[in-house]
Every structure is written in C-alpha cells, then in structure tokens.
T-cell receptor, first 114, second 116 residues
C-alpha cells in the first residue's frame, strides 16, 4: 500500500516570500504520478502541479515548482512570490501507473500574511 | 476544461431521513467517478469508485448499504446517504477521471451535509 506524508500541518509566510511545502511517500512502484492540489476556503480542489515519475526534470507552473527526488521519495512544492490568494490547504497526492485511486497526504494549511 | 458539478452544495436533513447528492460531468463523459468524504481540517478519504453501468466498488470500512452509489449514465453519478445520522455530517466531494484516460481527476465543488 502507498502512503503519503506531509509533515507540516501548518505554515505561514509573509506575502511575496517563498515557501516550500514538503511531501514524502512510500511505494514499491517504479512508475507513478505525483500531484499537488490546492483547496482554498471555497473547498474546491484545484490541481496545482503534476509530475511523472519517469521524468527527471522537475515540473514548473508559473510561480509553482517542485523538487522531485525519486530515490528519496520526496516531492516538495515551492511557491515563489507568494500571494494572498495562495492561502489554502495543500494536499500532496500519489497514483501509480495504471491505477485509478489517488492517495492523499494529510495536508498542509498555508497562510499568506499581508 | 473539464467541469464537474455537484448538487446540492449544502443540505440539512433530519436524522433518519435519506439524502441524495448528484455529481455531473458537464462537458465530458465520465465512465469512472469517485466519491470522497472530508471531515473538518482533514484529508480526503476515498469512499468508493463509481463505474458507469456497473456496481460501485467500496473502500474497506465504508457501508455500501448506507452509502448507495448509482452511476446510471456517462455524465451522472449519485450518492444517497440512507437513514442519515449526525455522524454522517461531513463534506462529500466527487471527482471524475480524465476522459482521455490519464491519471488526472476533475473535482466537484463538494456538498456539505448536516444531519440534525
């Protein structure tokens, strides 16, 4: 069974600063996908970024980037130039190739301070 | 982009009654949908996988007779909470699998259920 661990229940940073959210996972699979989802106060789940395990290059989406370390089974999210709208719960999620079920981490509550 | 809707967005019901939550894929066909439950300040817990035209697959510990799932068409899955009790109060979220067959899931906005 796969597990996803987010060791930071809460974080807060000043607006415009950079913040990194950590995520580790445990799996015996070699091919899989990793995701970061954002859940703002509206509770709508929003996909932030996605990484395929077979790709060595770290995924980036504008201000969001990941540091994917496959050997260490680590998948951290870096948010640059943080904005007030980044305030949300962030969930790391994992899914093996050929599987349908997402496994979510416990989440990190991020607050951006004006 | 693919959009998933849920109805109602919130519902209050009395203990012992049943309530139905709808999940619709608005601009694509979804052969597979998922139902999650989320307690306050907690993560999403997968309840069941809903496949069009067949019985849902429930996760361990989820009572299939209490949480009835029907996926009668390629755009609609329903979750019925039968004989609801206060402990069933929660936030229920559905998602639909990427119609292109990829791993991505598109999430609905969720339904807040309060049982009094």
């Amino acid at each position: 069974a796969q597990t996803v661990t987010q060791s930071q229940p809460e974080m807060s940073v000043q607006e415009a600063e950079t913040v990194t959210l950590s995520c580790t996972y445990d799996t015996s699979e070699n091919n899989y996908y990793l995701f970061w989802y954002k859940q703002p106060p509206s509770r709508q789940m929003i996909l932030v970024i996605r990484q395929e395990a077979y790709k060595q290059q770290n995924a980036t989406e504008n201000r969001f980037s990941v540091n994917f370390q496959k050997a260490a089974k680590s998948f951290s999210l870096k948010i640059s130039d943080s904005q007030l709208g980044d305030t949300a719960m962030y969930f790391c999620a994992f899914i093996p190739f050929g599987n349908e079920k997402l496994t979510f981490g416990t989440g990190t509550r991020l607050t951006i301070i004006p | 982009g693919a959009v998933v809707s849920q109805h109602p967005s919130w519902v209050i019901c009395k203990s012992g009654t049943s309530v139905k939550i709808e999940c619709r894929s608005l601009d694509f066909q979804a052969t597979t949908m998922f139902w999650y439950r989320q307690f306050p300040k907690q993560s999403l817990m997968l309840m069941a996988t809903s496949n069009e035209g067949s019985k849902a697959t429930y996760e361990q510990g989820v009572e299939k007779d209490k949480f009835l799932i029907n996926h009668a068409s390629l755009t609609l899955s329903t979750l019925t909470v039968t004989s609801a009790h206060p402990e069933d109060s929660s936030f229920y979220i559905c998602s639909a699998r990427d119609p292109g067959g990829g791993p991505k899931q598109y999430f609905g906005p969720g339904t807040r259920l309060t049982v009094t």
